[in-house]
């Protein structure tokens, strides 16, 4: 009888260690799948029982704080001020998910990200919160760039030059984050293209036409190529014949031999046009990886709410193409052959050119602090670089070049009294016919020593230029930001 | 001997780390402060336990020492996780431990002589665990429950006879087999010249039989698996014939067959086991809503668990419902992984393989037959228990409603334990000490 004793304890075993298995699957190699699970409500339990941390301004503003209600849980509520920034921050309610600053901070908001002794005093019965975030955004620069844009469609950002941190993302119009949390008015929002689709941040997901703020990549390019400086001589002559297309300056005006900063003062297209077409597509290419075309932003913000700037098939417009000789690169040099930018993007050129010709990497967040006010994490004041785009040299000979815009040439309005300025306009052709215009500024100031760069944008005006309705609102930015 | 008594105790130093540990923790992740009342509690629990120890090691000095201290590993244990649950059903599990280690001790008490006279009653036995099973369906006892009709009232407390009338059917195969089992396996003629003559399985197969009718019959599907189980196995042990569980098998795959046919909470059961993440079945009465829940319940657990006391057993702090429903029974063992995730349940199963392995020592060092049978029916019955349950929580195997022996809430389901325990340490004091006996006369037979 032992050996049958003996037989059927194996077969025990057997069974016994098929339940250890059928236990792994769970836990380890379907627990993913499982807690992703949409009938799975456990995640968002959890997270609904731990109220978030706040997140305020850099300024001390309160943006948006955790609520308790009677049945225990807790729900956000937004600021007037989050309101403001209401695609940056984003949203977290159970019914609608989570977007923004609220999606990518999930983590630190939540109380996932923790040190051993914030563990160590959840142990001795404090109660467990989220941990604190404090944004960079800047409430006065980002105010001062809804009042510019006033109602208008479009949007504006501000960027620290050192740090790297966002001073302000506008994309008008905005919404009430509060309203998220009602079904019916979030899938309103989220579904609204008629009133300009709010949820939608035109900072980072909007792909425009960048003008002649495009020249300043184009200008970068040339003086990299080692063959031009600001005085190098070009040919503003006007047209030029580009692939059987003829190709004039703004008011159809003609310049003869001009220096490279003289072009790029008054925004010459045919010298640009011409220079590129010197250049060839390669350095071009080199150039506009630099400054982070072709892919997304470094910054930390939803992979989904970012759009990377290119140049984008005509006939299918998520098809970003790669930059060589296949295009007209004359027209790419001045910002047309559907070259899409996003705001950001633009921003991130003139900060670029700001900061030595370092593109910084982008954070909305300066710091992070747990609930017993410990700083787990803070933005450091000189940034951290995401890779060198042009010499030190050819930043100081372009930072020169966009200063004379400001001073003499078609951007003018950004001028700062007492402060040097350096930007470029843009005035992207939407509609020739009906003489619909998108105007751009992009720009950083003080000169000699960037604090602050800055990009906006308006959708839509009828004959409206950068000079005229973009420079201005760059100007109330940039001045807040140094107060 | 004094040093074999003290090691005797420390053997039960795991199961009061487990309570001091598991309570301190639970109160941590409630937010509690450690009070002493909650100290008490763990303090009274482990007083019984050596309680139960002592009996058992007075009365049967030579019984297996680990058998006890690792049930008192899985009673903390499980009573750890009901506090964490309700701590009303703690205070009640606790009553029902006094209730067991009385039914523990007087089994002892009862069979210390000789428990070998329980072989002379197996008739009775038989009779008595039918009974039992029809008990649930006998108007004004009955207690439905989801269809299925587990449970008598008597007063106040619900008891499940099917628990008691596992041990009766273990008892009547291992008397029946033991005495006829020379026959089984001598006089086997038959169709293959394996079969025996058909009136030496006759009573076996009749008393199995109704048992399993009335299993279907109260609707305990879990405990039909049980019951078919265990009594292939004690056959095969006893016959050392491979073909009697084949052919076993094959009967429990068309009976299964024809009763998925029949009846149609077999069949939605079956279909909840196949697809249970599939959102109409979980939404469904009947369907697969408590099986994903358990699943869901062990995802949040992962590697290492949410800690005791940690797992989130209700919708909100004010809600009544919970997202993991029959979490005191059926599904402790997905609460359990929930806490402490994969190497938890680990432990746990490792416990109970080695309960099992014990009993199953037992069987081998015995000295007759019937012992042997008794002590090989008794662990297997009880690892079958525990592969029902887990099996139907981790998606093995179709759920039936079994407990997780001496760690679910439920009063029959300890006591019936207990007395299966108290058994197989009378079985093993006797045959332990048969052989130290027979070591010892050899010993002075070599002398002289």
């Given at each position: 009888m032992?050996?049958?004793?003996?037989?059927?304890?194996?077969?025990?075993?057997?069974?016994?260690?098929?339940?250890?298995?059928?236990t792994?699957?769970?836990?380890?190699?379907?627990?993913?799948?499982?807690?992703?699970?949409s009938?799975?409500?456990?995640p968002?339990l959890?997270?609904?029982?731990?109220p978030?941390?706040?997140?305020?301004?850099?300024d001390?503003?309160l943006?948006?704080?955790?609520?308790?209600?009677?049945d225990g849980t807790y729900?956000?509520?937004?600021?007037?001020?989050?309101q403001q920034?209401?695609q940056?921050i984003?949203?977290?309610?159970?019914?609608?998910?989570v977007?923004?600053m609220?999606?990518?901070?999930?983590?630190?908001?939540?109380?996932?990200?923790?040190s051993?002794?914030?563990?160590?005093?959840?142990?001795r019965?404090?109660?467990?919160r989220?941990?604190?975030?404090?944004?960079?955004?800047?409430?006065?620069?980002?105010?001062?760039?809804?009042?510019?844009?006033?109602g208008?469609?479009?949007?504006a950002?501000?960027?620290?030059?050192?740090?790297?941190?966002?001073l302000?993302m506008?994309s008008?119009?905005?919404?009430?984050?509060?309203?998220?949390?009602?079904?019916?008015?979030?899938?309103?929002?989220q579904?609204?293209?008629?009133?300009g689709?709010?949820?939608?941040?035109?900072?980072?997901?909007?792909?425009y036409?960048?003008?002649?703020?495009?020249k300043?990549?184009t200008?970068?390019?040339?003086l990299?190529?080692g063959d031009?400086?600001?005085?190098?001589?070009?040919?503003?002559?006007s047209?030029?014949?580009?692939?059987?297309?003829?190709?004039?300056?703004?008011?159809?005006?003609?310049?003869?031999k001009?220096?490279?900063?003289?072009?790029?003062?008054?925004?010459v297209?045919?010298?640009?046009?011409?220079?590129?077409?010197?250049?060839?597509?390669?350095?071009?290419?080199d150039?506009?990886?630099?400054?982070?075309?072709?892919?997304?932003?470094?910054i930390d913000?939803?992979?989904?709410?970012?759009?990377?700037s290119?140049?984008?098939?005509?006939?299918?417009?998520?098809?970003?193409?790669?930059?060589?000789?296949?295009?007209?690169?004359?027209?790419?040099?001045?910002?047309?052959?559907?070259?899409?930018?996003?705001?950001l993007?633009?921003?991130?050129?003139?900060?670029?050119?700001?900061?030595?010709?370092?593109?910084?990497?982008?954070?909305t967040?300066?710091?992070?602090?747990?609930?017993?006010?410990?700083?787990?994490?803070?933005?450091?004041?000189d940034?951290?670089?995401?890779?060198r785009?042009?010499?030190?040299?050819?930043?100081a000979d372009?930072?020169a070049?966009?200063?004379k815009?400001?001073?003499?040439?078609?951007?003018?309005?950004?001028?700062?009294?007492g402060?040097?300025?350096a930007?470029?306009t843009?005035?992207?052709e939407?509609?020739i016919?009906?003489?619909?215009?998108?105007?751009?500024?992009?720009?950083?100031?003080?000169?000699?020593?960037?604090?602050?760069?800055?990009?906006?944008?308006?959708e839509?005006?009828?004959?409206?230029?950068?000079g005229?309705?973009?420079?201005?609102?760059?100007r109330?930015?940039?001045?807040e930001?140094?107060? | 001997?004094?040093?074999?008594?003290i090691?005797d105790?420390?053997?039960?130093?795991?199961?009061?780390l487990?309570?001091?540990?598991?309570?301190?923790?639970?109160?941590?992740?409630?937010?509690?402060?450690?009070?002493?009342?909650s100290?008490?509690?763990?303090?009274?629990?482990l007083?019984?336990?050596?309680?139960?120890h002592?009996?058992?090691?007075?009365?049967l000095?030579?019984?297996?020492?680990?058998?006890?201290?690792?049930?008192?590993?899985?009673?903390?244990?499980?009573?750890?996780?009901?506090?964490?649950i309700?701590e009303s059903?703690?205070?009640q599990q606790?009553?029902?431990?006094i209730?067991?280690?009385?039914?523990?001790?007087?089994?002892?008490?009862?069979?210390?002589?000789d428990y070998?006279?329980?072989?002379?009653?197996?008739?009775l036995?038989?009779?008595?665990?039918?009974?039992m099973?029809?008990?649930?369906?006998?108007?004004?006892?009955?207690n439905p429950?989801?269809?299925?009709?587990?449970?008598?009232?008597?007063?106040?407390?619900?008891?499940q006879?099917?628990?008691l009338?596992?041990?009766?059917?273990?008892?009547?195969?291992a008397?029946?087999?033991?005495?006829n089992?020379?026959?089984?396996?001598?006089e086997a003629?038959?169709?293959?010249?394996l079969?025996?003559?058909l009136?030496?399985?006759?009573?076996?197969?009749?008393?199995?039989?109704?048992?399993?009718?009335?299993?279907?019959f109260i609707?305990?599907?879990?405990?039909?698996i049980?019951?078919?189980?265990?009594?292939?196995?004690?056959?095969?042990v006893?016959?050392?014939r491979?073909?009697?569980?084949?052919?076993?098998l094959?009967?429990?795959?068309?009976?299964?067959r024809?009763?998925?046919?029949l009846?149609?909470?077999?069949?939605?059961?079956?279909?909840?086991?196949?697809?249970?993440?599939?959102p109409?079945?979980?939404?469904?009465v009947?369907?697969?809503?408590?099986?994903?829940?358990?699943?869901?319940?062990?995802?949040?657990?992962?590697?290492?668990?949410?800690?005791?006391?940690?797992?989130?057993?209700?919708?909100?702090?004010?809600?009544?419902?919970?997202?993991?429903?029959?979490?005191?029974?059926?599904?402790i063992?997905a609460?359990?992984?929930s806490?402490?995730?994969?190497?938890?349940?680990?432990?746990?199963i490792?416990?109970?393989?080695l309960?099992?392995w014990?009993?199953?020592?037992?069987?081998?060092?015995?000295?007759d037959?019937?012992?042997k049978l008794l002590?090989?029916g008794?662990?297997?019955?009880f690892?079958?228990?525990?592969?029902?349950?887990?099996?139907?929580?981790?998606?093995?195997?179709?759920?039936?409603?079994?407990?997780?022996p001496f760690?679910?809430?439920?009063?029959?389901?300890?006591?019936?334990?207990?007395?299966?325990?108290?058994?197989l340490?009378?079985?093993?004091?006797?045959?332990?000490r048969?052989?130290?006996?027979?070591l010892?006369?050899?010993?002075?037979?070599?002398?002289?």
């Amino acid at each position: 009888m032992n050996q049958g004793i003996r037989r059927l304890f194996v077969l025990i075993l057997g069974l016994f260690v098929l339940l250890l298995a059928g236990t792994v699957r769970w836990t380890v190699i379907e627990a993913d799948e499982l807690n992703a699970n949409s009938r799975n409500a456990r995640p968002l339990l959890q997270t609904a029982r731990v109220p978030r941390g706040t997140i305020r301004a850099a300024d001390g503003t309160l943006l948006a704080r955790s609520v308790k209600q009677s049945d225990g849980t807790y729900v956000r509520r937004y600021t007037q001020e989050a309101q403001q920034a209401s695609q940056l921050i984003g949203w977290a309610y159970t019914n609608s998910g989570v977007s923004g600053m609220e999606k990518e901070h999930q983590d630190d908001l939540t109380g996932k990200v923790r040190s051993a002794a914030t563990l160590l005093s959840a142990l001795r019965g404090n109660t467990e919160r989220g941990n604190d975030v404090v944004a960079t955004l800047e409430p006065k620069v980002q105010q001062a760039g809804l009042n510019g844009l006033n109602g208008r469609r479009g949007a504006a950002v501000a960027i620290d030059v050192k740090s790297g941190g966002v001073l302000a993302m506008v994309s008008t119009p905005n919404f009430d984050p509060n309203q998220m949390r009602n079904n019916d008015s979030a899938s309103r929002i989220q579904n609204d293209s008629a009133g300009g689709s709010p949820a939608f941040n035109r900072a980072t997901q909007a792909g425009y036409p960048p003008g002649s703020t495009f020249k300043v990549v184009t200008t970068a390019a040339a003086l990299e190529s080692g063959d031009y400086t600001p005085t190098t001589l070009v040919d503003g002559s006007s047209p030029l014949k580009v692939e059987t297309v003829d190709l004039n300056n703004f008011g159809r005006k003609s310049y003869g031999k001009i220096t490279l900063t003289q072009a790029l003062t008054n925004s010459v297209n045919t010298a640009f046009a011409r220079v590129a077409e010197d250049l060839g597509a390669a350095p071009m290419a080199d150039a506009m990886d630099a400054f982070g075309f072709g892919k997304i932003p470094l910054i930390d913000y939803p992979d989904q709410q970012l759009y990377a700037s290119g140049v984008y098939d005509r006939d299918d417009a998520s098809q970003l193409l790669e930059v060589n000789d296949d295009l007209d690169i004359a027209r790419v040099a001045i910002g047309q052959e559907r070259l899409r930018v996003t705001p950001l993007q633009m921003g991130l050129v003139a900060a670029a050119v700001a900061r030595d010709g370092q593109l910084p990497r982008l954070s909305t967040v300066q710091r992070v602090v747990d609930p017993d006010g410990r700083t787990l994490s803070e933005l450091d004041a000189d940034g951290d670089d995401a890779g060198r785009v042009m010499s030190e040299r050819d930043a100081a000979d372009l930072t020169a070049m966009m200063e004379k815009v400001v001073e003499e040439g078609s951007g003018t309005a950004a001028a700062l009294s007492g402060l040097r300025v350096a930007g470029k306009t843009g005035t992207a052709e939407r509609n020739i016919r009906e003489n619909v215009t998108q105007p751009w500024f992009i720009g950083f100031a003080p000169a000699d020593d960037p604090q602050v760069a800055v990009a906006v944008t308006i959708e839509r005006t009828i004959g409206g230029t950068g000079g005229v309705d973009a420079a201005p609102i760059a100007r109330a930015m940039m001045e807040e930001a140094l107060r | 001997m004094i040093l074999r008594r003290i090691r005797d105790l420390a053997l039960l130093i795991p199961a009061s780390l487990l309570v001091a540990i598991g309570f301190a923790s639970v109160f941590a992740n409630q937010g509690g402060q450690l009070s002493d009342l909650s100290l008490l509690y763990g303090a009274g629990f482990l007083g019984l336990c050596i309680v139960a120890h002592v009996i058992a090691m007075s009365a049967l000095p030579d019984a297996d020492p680990y058998l006890l201290p690792l049930i008192a590993v899985l009673a903390c244990f499980g009573l750890v996780e009901l506090y964490r649950i309700d701590e009303s059903l703690a205070r009640q599990q606790a009553t029902w431990f006094i209730l067991g280690i009385g039914a523990f001790s007087a089994t002892i008490f009862l069979l210390r002589k000789d428990y070998r006279v329980l072989r002379d009653y197996r008739n009775l036995i038989a009779l008595a665990g039918v009974l039992m099973l029809l008990a649930p369906r006998i108007p004004g006892l009955s207690n439905p429950e989801n269809g299925a009709y587990l449970s008598v009232a008597l007063g106040p407390v619900a008891f499940q006879p099917t628990e008691l009338a596992k041990l009766c059917l273990v008892l009547y195969l291992a008397s029946y087999l033991a005495d006829n089992r020379q026959l089984l396996v001598q006089e086997a003629r038959g169709p293959f010249g394996l079969l025996p003559p058909l009136k030496y399985l006759l009573p076996l197969l009749a008393v199995w039989g109704v048992t399993m009718v009335m299993l279907f019959f109260i609707q305990d599907i879990g405990s039909a698996i049980m019951y078919f189980g265990v009594g292939l196995a004690m056959l095969y042990v006893a016959t050392g014939r491979l073909l009697y569980p084949v052919v076993g098998l094959t009967l429990f795959a068309f009976g299964a067959r024809l009763l998925y046919e029949l009846r149609p909470t077999i069949q939605n059961r079956v279909e909840a086991w196949q697809d249970p993440l599939n959102p109409e079945l979980i939404d469904k009465v009947g369907g697969s809503g408590q099986l994903a829940q358990g699943l869901f319940a062990q995802a949040d657990g992962g590697m290492l668990g949410e800690g005791l006391g940690g797992s989130l057993m209700r919708y909100f702090e004010t809600g009544a419902t919970s997202p993991l429903p029959a979490a005191k029974n059926d599904f402790i063992y997905a609460l359990i992984v929930s806490e402490v995730g994969l190497i938890g349940a680990a432990g746990l199963i490792l416990i109970y393989l080695l309960i099992v392995w014990r009993g199953f020592k037992v069987a081998l060092v015995a000295h007759d037959s019937f012992s042997k049978l008794l002590a090989l029916g008794l662990a297997t019955v009880f690892a079958l228990q525990v592969f029902v349950i887990v099996g139907g929580v981790t998606k093995l195997i179709p759920l039936t409603g079994v407990t997780l022996p001496f760690v679910s809430s439920g009063g029959s389901s300890i006591v019936a334990n207990f007395v299966l325990l108290a058994l197989l340490l009378l079985v093993s004091d006797r045959a332990r000490r048969d052989t130290r006996e027979d070591l010892q006369r050899a010993k002075m037979g070599a002398w002289r």
